[in-house]
T-cell receptor
Framework: SAVISQKPSRDICQRGTSLTIQCQVD?????MFWYRQQPGQSLTLIAT?????????ESGFVIDKFPISRPNLTFSTLTVSNMSPEDSSIYLC?????????????FGPGTRLTVL | GQQVMQIPQYQHVQEGEDFTTYCNSS?????IQWYKQRPGGHPVFLIQ?????EVKKQKRLTFQFGEAKKNSSLHITATQTTDVGTYFC??????????FGQGTRLTINP
């Protein structure tokens, strides 16, 4: 298993500003992911954070809006840029433990973002 | 892309009653995973099913994977208030990406 921490746990931000969320894993992992979860909704994958290369974004998410860094195998950041109230959500990072397709993902506690 | 449909969206039961949530896909799945998210919490991995027709049990929870590997279910026997939360199924798509079902929110009347 893996223990994942995120910070900040929550923030209230003004429209037009940016927020960077940090995700730290207690062990080296190959795959890290960023999700968004609207209140009462399911999880939507934003991107796969690739170590040493550009993140792989899902449809509807772009690097200019959600730049992601992955400098090593235990750490990643997600920035929510030029925020609007529609970006208010919970942002979760996850890490996949193992290397096969049958391995599982462990989630961080999430960052609750409110944009005014 | 691959989608997994999960029903029901909500389920309210009396404590002690059973609960079942279902997950369906139009395509064959390599595996299915189940997660539980408590109110205000984050998803926590429960189990993974890989084999056709597989059945796994965790105390009062029974997980099944269909013979065709296109559907799965989670059944809770004699629910307790600690079972409250949202249960998600998730399937691997492509390079280890998880696609989540819509989730079933379980509430329990004590």
């Amino acid at each position: 298993s893996a223990v994942i921490s995120q910070k900040p746990s929550r923030d209230i931000c003004q429209r037009g500003t940016s927020l960077t969320i940090q995700c730290q894993v207690d062990s080296q992992v190959t795959m890290m992911f960023w999700y968004r979860q609207q209140p009462g909704q399911s999880l939507t994958l934003i991107a796969t954070a690739n170590q040493g290369s550009e993140a792989t974004y899902e449809s509807g998410f772009v690097i200019d809006k959600f730049p992601i860094s992955r400098p090593n195998l235990t750490f990643s950041t997600l920035t929510v840029s030029n925020m609007s109230p529609e970006d208010s959500s919970i942002y979760l990072c996850s890490a996949q433990v193992g290397t096969g397709s049958t391995d599982t993902q462990y989630f961080g506690p999430g960052t609750r973002l409110t944009v005014l | 892309g691959q989608q997994v449909m999960q029903i029901p969206q909500y389920q309210h039961v009396q404590e002690g009653e059973d609960f079942t949530t279902y997950c369906n896909s139009s395509t064959t799945l390599s595996n299915i995973q189940w997660y539980k998210q408590r109110p205000g919490g984050h998803p926590v991995f429960l189990i993974q099913l890989v084999k056709s027709g597989e059945v796994k049990k965790q105390k009062r929870l029974t997980f099944q994977f269909g013979e065709a590997k296109k559907n799965s279910s989670l059944h809770i026997t004699a629910t307790q208030t600690t079972d409250v939360g949202t249960y998600f199924c998730a399937a691997i798509q492509g390079a280890q990406k998880l696609v989540f079902g819509q989730g079933t929110r379980l509430t329990i009347n004590p």
